[in-house]
């Protein structure tokens, strides 16, 4: 994990500077995603029950696991309700994107939806693997998006259930003017193996 650290983060750097150019487009702010996902949280707390809407778009960095992904230039969708439940906080709602891969078979680009709700907790004190961490004032949205989008991403996913892979002339081995079986009923011999015939003549 550690030696992916320093490729991703020249990876965020990139992605930053090529989002930057589209800043405005689709009328998302990629560039500001680190703060965009950031909750402030200190009212919110002062009492329990206390909940507000939190409905944004940007875009997630890390989203990715071998097979696809959710490029840190695509916008993510969420649409939470953020509520203080005692010392924690809990967030639940949709979160909507759209990931990208190859189809494992003949390499074309893939994509579909991602369409998921979700119910977390984020805590003063959380538990590693089931609730998220909850600062004082403010509560970042983003690892947990991140989280719930890489369990949703395909694994070797198709571009179509029947697609034939990389070559598909390669599986078209009947011709069209043939139905693999001559007029005799005997399987007809493919013409490329006249040429075997002839070496075998030879020997005898
Ligand atoms: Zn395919």
């Known amino acids: ?22 800043q405005g487009e689709d009328g998302w702010q990629p560039t500001e995603a680190k703060e ?3 909750v402030e949280i200190a009212k919110l707390r002062q009492r329990s029950g206390t ?11 890390g989203a990715t696991i071998s097979d696809a992904q959710v490029p840190e230039d695509q916008p993510v969708a969420v649409d939470f309700l953020v509520e203080a439940v ?16 190859e189809c ?17 907790m984020f805590e003063p004190e959380p538990t590693e693997g089931e609730t998220y961490p909850l600062g004082s004032e403010t509560l970042d949205l983003e690892p947990m998006i991140r989280d719930v989008i890489m369990l949703e991403l395909p694994v070797a ?11 598909p002339e390669a599986f078209e081995v009947v011709p069209s003017d043939a139905d693999g079986e001559g007029e005799d009923g005997e399987p007809e011999r493919d ?3 006249a040429a075997l015939d002839g070496l075998q003549l030879d020997d005898g």
């Not at 909940?51 to 960095?61: D, G, M, N, P």
């Open 191 to 193: 013409p490329r193996w």
């Open 1 to 22: 994990m550690t030696e992916a650290a320093g490729p991703a983060d020249a990876a965020d750097d990139t992605a930053a500077a090529t989002t930057a150019r589209q």
């Open 157 to 167: 996913p198709l571009c179509r259930e029947e697609c034939p892979g990389p070559v």
């Open 86 to 101: 005692g010392d924690s906080v809990s967030v639940t709602g949709s979160v909507a994107a759209q990931w990208s891969s």
């Open 104 to 120: 494992r078979r003949c390499l074309d680009p893939v994509t579909g939806p991602i369409e998921l709700r979700v119910q977390e």
């Open 36 to 38: 965009v996902w950031k």
């Open 51 to 61: 909940r507000k809407q939190v409905a944004r778009t940007a875009a997630v960095s």
